[in-house]
């Protein structure tokens, strides 16, 4: 009993300090991150979100605004543009690029030794953005002296546009360079759903007399469906923040068939001053990114198989 | 406590080192010389040319240590300076170009400077700069910031692409007679046209189109208000551009491929005219015949010479810095005649300042290198009103090359560019 009634308060005694120094470690830990979080994406983030019902030129005064600068931004047709310009990356870059992806996915999991190419795809990833901008520049200049056009006319007799002067084509010309340069990682994470389908119910639906056509229809495209639709998420995001490329790529300034959301978020603040015009053109890009991704999220019901 | 005071200082230390080493204006570098912090945009070649200034100046001043801090490209030049003003990081002086001067001055980031230029320690007087040039960095009557150097818009001519077309006048022969005039250039484009050539080659910018404005007798801002689509000769002048760059007459530099743009043409004689300014010259040098080419000014309806455009910069104080003293020494040398001619030796710039005239005629080249003098002496930097609009003169240059195009048509265009400009305007 007495051996009880001293055993009970030490053992809560001893599992206290215990627990309170995991809260301190973790604390520790995540204290860097979580100041950087308040510091680069919170505080950001709700400054934008005031800033967007002010009028502010950066240095002077701030002044209410109310929902000026949304009704501004949503009768201009400057936006309009960017936002169509947008969307049309979206439709090209989205489906086509995750497309090839996964079919290069499937060739190279049934490939042995795919290594290389699992490299040689994936170089364009960890190559800098301005480079590959740099690059395809010299390879999609205009008239005989890009690269591309160049060889077009020397091989074939096409007579290619000027794919990042004309402003019906650029927007071709970027959706190609986005497609390039994300590939290796599409590739890379499908090739990782792929991994994770159990051989035995291919193999059984083998036995079962199934083709590759319908083994990759009826299994592995279900069974790949929730890696899908994380990158499809993740692809739709990222087109809609495409800037740094199309900016080296092709001054939008030049060519309005270039303008994006981004672009128009920093032209607006950074070029006119008008910061909050520029919030909240960002504000409505943020809404939007939002407002596409619940339809994915909506779709994942219907079309994402979780089971196995 | 304890534990919680350290997390908090672990916080309060990530937080400082997340938050970038901005470094405010004008720091002394401990007890030896102070470090003045300067910016500009351009290439590592104009970059060089500041070379000597600054191994000049350092010698004559051991307290002061400069700081170039250059970017490269012009157009992310005053994104950077604006982010830097923001947050108190911006240099002690730094350049500031003639179509973002008149934010900076209204936002009340400058220093004003006329006590200063015209006190005992200034290098160069607030009258040592000509008027015209001053543009959106004077406001009622202060100075805000000193024009460094200028370049004079004026119309390259290509002689050997004249006589291939038939032409036997001599643009600036006509000029000295008093008989360059509008109708004169026009019949001339309109010939080099007709033997296959580009008449003339513009940079889409204030600089022609104003100038080309101002030779047909026309207003651009009139009273504060943007009158360039209603003022009848400034229409005119509008309507003829838009004629001569869809009927091929005139063509656009900034359409022209990188590879085989407007020097190039220009060196293969296949235009007859090129406006730009003295830094053409080192274009021409390139692999031009330099004795085929020579300037005349933008022509007038007379023949009388007008007002032209003169592409400007200034150098400006921040308001912030801790050195004013300093800042302003490097200030008033790096633009008084003594500066402009160090700096300006082997550039392509016109100096802004009196007396430094030597720059731009020793040479002999071109034969009428005294145009761009007279250009600059009685030109116009960018309207004031225009300058006081971030943004507002790129949005006309961008409109007025949809109209260019043909992507929107004349009378619609006009209307546009007056709802925009109205606009922005508030």
Same mark, same amino acid.
């Given at each position: 009993?007495?051996?009880?009634?001293?055993?009970?308060?030490?053992?809560?005694?001893?599992?206290?300090?215990?627990?309170?120094?995991? /809260?301190?470690?973790?604390?520790?830990?995540?204290?860097?991150?979580?100041?950087?979080?308040?510091?680069?994406?919170?505080?950001?983030?709700?400054?934008?979100?005031?800033?967007?019902?002010?009028?502010?030129?950066?240095?002077?005064?701030?002044?209410?605004?109310?929902?000026?600068?949304?009704?501004?931004?949503?009768?201009?047709?400057?936006? /309009?543009?960017?936002?169509?310009?947008?969307?049309?990356?979206?439709?090209?870059?989205?489906?086509?690029?995750?497309?090839?992806?996964?079919?290069?996915?499937?060739?190279?999991?049934?490939?042995?030794?795919?290594?290389?190419?699992?490299?040689? !795809?994936?170089?364009?990833?960890?190559?800098?953005?301005?480079?590959?901008?740099?690059?395809?520049?010299?390879?999609?200049?205009?008239?005989? !002296?890009?690269?591309?056009?160049?060889?077009?006319?020397?091989?074939?007799? @096409?007579?290619?546009?000027?794919?990042?002067?004309?402003?019906?084509?650029?927007?071709?010309? @970027?959706?190609?360079?986005?497609?390039?340069?994300?590939? /290796?990682?599409?590739?890379?994470?499908?090739?990782?759903?792929?991994?994770?389908?159990?051989?035995?119910?291919?193999?059984?639906?083998?036995?079962? /007399?199934?083709?590759?056509?319908?083994?990759?229809?009826?299994?592995?495209?279900?069974?790949?469906?929730?890696?899908?639709?994380?990158?499809?998420?993740?692809?739709?995001?990222?087109?809609?923040?495409?800037?740094?490329?199309?900016?080296?790529?092709?001054?939008?300034?030049?060519?309005?068939?270039?303008?994006?959301?981004? !672009?128009?978020?920093?032209?607006?603040?950074?070029?006119?001053?008008?910061?909050?015009?520029?919030?909240?053109?960002?504000?409505?890009?943020?809404?939007?990114?939002?407002?596409?991704?619940?339809?994915?999220?909506?779709?994942?019901?219907?079309?994402?198989?979780?089971?196995? | 406590?304890?534990?919680?005071?350290?997390?908090?200082?672990?916080?309060?230390?990530?937080?400082?080192?997340?938050?970038?080493?901005?470094?405010?204006?004008?720091?002394?570098?401990?007890?030896?010389?102070?470090?003045?912090?300067?910016?500009?945009?351009?290439?590592?070649?104009?970059?060089?040319?500041? %070379?000597?200034?600054?191994?000049?100046?350092?010698?004559?001043?051991?307290?002061?240590?400069?700081?170039?801090?250059?970017?490269?490209?012009?157009?992310?030049?005053? =994104?950077?300076?604006?982010?830097?003003?923001?947050?108190?990081?911006?240099?002690?002086?730094?350049?500031?170009?003639?179509?973002?001067?008149?934010?900076?001055?209204? *936002?009340?980031?400058?220093?004003?400077?006329?006590?200063?230029?015209?006190?005992?320690?200034?290098?160069?007087?607030?009258?040592?700069?000509?008027?015209?040039?001053?543009?959106?960095?004077?406001?009622?009557?202060?100075?805000?910031?000193?024009?460094?150097?200028?370049?004079?818009?004026?119309?390259?001519?290509?002689?050997?692409?004249?006589?291939?077309?038939?032409?036997?006048?001599?643009?600036?022969?006509?000029?000295?007679?008093?008989?360059?005039?509008?109708?004169?250039?026009?019949?001339?484009?309109?010939?080099?046209?007709?033997?296959?050539? *580009?008449?003339?080659?513009?940079?889409?910018?204030?600089?022609?189109?104003?100038?080309?404005?101002?030779?047909?007798?026309?207003?651009?801002?009139?009273?504060?208000?943007?009158?360039?689509?209603?003022?009848?000769?400034?229409?005119?002048?509008?309507?003829?551009?838009?004629?001569?760059?869809?009927?091929?007459?005139?063509?656009?530099?900034?359409?022209?491929?990188?590879?085989?743009?407007?020097?190039?043409?220009?060196?293969?004689?296949?235009?007859?005219?090129?406006?730009?300014?003295?830094?053409?010259?080192?274009?021409?040098?390139?692999?031009?015949?330099?004795?085929?080419?020579?300037?005349?000014?933008?022509?007038?309806?007379?023949?009388?010479?007008?007002?032209?455009?003169?592409?400007?910069?200034?150098?400006?104080?921040?308001?912030?810095?801790?050195?004013?003293?300093? *800042?302003?020494?490097?200030?008033?040398?790096?633009?008084?005649? %003594?500066?402009?001619?160090?700096?300006?030796?082997?550039?392509?710039?016109?100096?802004?300042?009196?007396?430094?005239?030597?720059?731009?005629?020793?040479?002999?080249? =071109?034969?009428?290198?005294?145009?761009?003098?007279?250009?600059?002496?009685?030109?116009?930097?960018?309207?004031?009103? %225009?300058?006081?609009?971030?943004?507002?003169?790129?949005?006309?240059?961008?409109?007025?090359?949809?109209?260019?195009?043909?992507?929107?048509?004349?009378? %619609?265009?006009?209307?546009?560019?007056?709802?925009?400009?109205?606009?922005?305007?508030?």
């Amino acid at each position: 009993m007495t051996v009880l009634t001293r055993a009970r308060p030490r053992a809560v005694h001893q599992a206290r300090p215990v627990r309170n120094r995991d /809260g301190w470690w973790a604390a520790f830990f995540l204290a860097p991150q979580v100041a950087a979080l308040l510091v680069f994406l919170a505080f950001p983030l709700g400054f934008a979100v005031v800033l967007a019902f002010m009028r502010w030129d950066g240095l002077g005064q701030k002044e209410w605004a109310g929902f000026d600068n949304f009704a501004a931004q949503l009768s201009d047709p400057e936006f /309009g543009l960017a936002v169509w310009n947008t969307v049309k990356l979206a439709l090209l870059t989205v489906p086509f690029g995750l497309g090839l992806a996964l079919l290069i996915a499937v060739a190279l999991n049934n490939v042995k030794g795919g290594g290389f190419y699992r490299v040689l !795809y994936f170089l364009p990833v960890v190559t800098s953005s301005v480079a590959v901008a740099l690059m395809w520049q010299i390879i999609l200049a205009g008239n005989d !002296y890009g690269v591309l056009n160049a060889s077009l006319e020397r091989w074939f007799g @096409i007579s290619a546009p000027d794919w990042l002067g004309d402003p019906g084509w650029v927007i071709v010309a @970027i959706a190609v360079v986005t497609i390039w340069s994300s590939l /290796g990682l599409n590739v890379v994470i499908f090739l990782a759903g792929l991994q994770t389908i159990p051989l035995q119910i291919v193999e059984a639906a083998r036995m079962d /007399g199934a083709d590759s056509l319908r083994i990759f229809r009826s299994i592995t495209l279900p069974l790949l469906s929730p890696t899908i639709f994380f990158s499809t998420v993740v692809a739709v995001i990222s087109s809609f923040q495409a800037f740094d490329q199309i900016y080296v790529l092709v001054d939008p300034e030049d060519n309005e068939g270039a303008k994006t959301i981004v !672009y128009q978020v920093y032209e607006l603040g950074f070029k006119d001053f008008q910061f909050g015009m520029s919030s909240a053109a960002a504000l409505i890009l943020l809404v939007l990114t939002l407002l596409v991704t619940l339809v994915q999220f909506a779709a994942q019901k219907r079309l994402v198989h979780y089971d196995s | 406590m304890n534990r919680a005071l350290a997390v908090l200082g672990i916080l309060a230390v990530a937080t400082t080192a997340c938050s970038g080493s901005g470094k405010a204006p004008g720091v002394s570098s401990g007890s030896g010389p102070v470090t003045i912090r300067w910016s500009t945009w351009g290439s590592a070649e104009d970059i060089k040319l500041y %070379e000597k200034f600054t191994e000049d100046f350092e010698q004559r001043h051991p307290d002061i240590k400069l700081k170039l801090e250059p970017v490269a490209k012009y157009e992310d030049y005053h =994104p950077k300076l604006l982010a830097q003003l923001t947050s108190k990081t911006a240099p002690d002086v730094f350049f500031v170009g003639d179509d973002n001067i008149g934010k900076f001055v209204s *936002a009340g980031v400058l220093t004003p400077l006329n006590d200063k230029l015209a006190g005992p320690s200034s290098k160069s007087k607030p009258e040592d700069f000509f008027e015209g040039i001053y543009g959106g960095a004077k406001k009622d009557g202060q100075i805000y910031g000193v024009p460094n150097d200028t370049n004079p818009e004026v119309l390259w001519f290509d002689k050997k692409a004249l006589k291939d077309a038939g032409i036997t006048e001599d643009p600036a022969a006509l000029n000295e007679a008093g008989r360059w005039t509008m109708a004169t250039y026009l019949d001339m484009n309109a010939k080099l046209k007709a033997a296959g050539k *580009a008449g003339s080659i513009f940079w889409n910018w204030y600089g022609s189109t104003y100038s080309m404005i101002n030779g047909f007798g026309g207003k651009v801002w009139d009273g504060g208000k943007f009158v360039a689509t209603t003022d009848p000769k400034a229409r005119a002048a509008l309507q003829a551009l838009t004629k001569g760059y869809q009927d091929k007459t005139f063509l656009s530099a900034d359409l022209l491929p990188d590879s085989n743009g407007p020097s190039t043409q220009f060196l293969k004689h296949k235009a007859g005219f090129y406006a730009g300014g003295r830094w053409v010259i080192d274009s021409l040098k390139k692999g031009g015949e330099l004795g085929d080419y020579d300037i005349v000014p933008f022509p007038s309806q007379t023949g009388r010479p007008m007002p032209g455009a003169v592409a400007a910069s200034y150098l400006a104080l921040n308001k912030d810095t801790k050195l004013p003293e300093q *800042a302003f020494t490097f200030l008033t040398e790096f633009v008084s005649k %003594e500066g402009q001619l160090i700096r300006l030796k082997d550039g392509g710039a016109v100096p802004s300042v009196k007396g430094a005239e030597q720059i731009v005629l020793a040479g002999g080249y =071109p034969a009428h290198a005294q145009t761009f003098l007279d250009v600059r002496d009685t030109g116009f930097a960018n309207y004031p009103e %225009e300058v006081a609009v971030p943004g507002l003169t790129a949005d006309i240059n961008e409109h007025l090359m949809k109209v260019w195009t043909g992507k929107v048509g004349f009378d %619609e265009g006009m209307t546009q560019l007056q709802k925009l400009v109205d606009g922005k305007l508030g």
